[in-house]
């Protein structure tokens, strides 16, 4: 029972950590969209 809870807590963390390092990359993306957009560059026509 313990090792399913631990495993099941180590889970949990991978999943939040997964969370927070996607929604970094959300982040990172809409800055760098925001900067094309800036230089001209529609970032949606982009291939």
């Known amino acids: 029972m313990k090792a399913e ?3 099941m807590k180590t ?3 991978e999943i939040l950590s997964e ?3 996607a929604e970094a990359e959300r ?4 800055k ?3 900067r ?3 230089m001209g560059v529609n ?5």
Do not use: D, F, G, T
């Open 5 to 7: 809870q631990a495993k």
């Open 11 to 13: 889970m949990e963390q």
């Open 19 to 21: 969370r927070q390092r």
């Open 27 to 30: 982040q990172r993306a809409e």
């Open 32 to 34: 760098l969209a925001q």
């Open 36 to 38: 094309l957009l800036e």
């Open 43 to 47: 970032p949606s026509e982009i291939n």
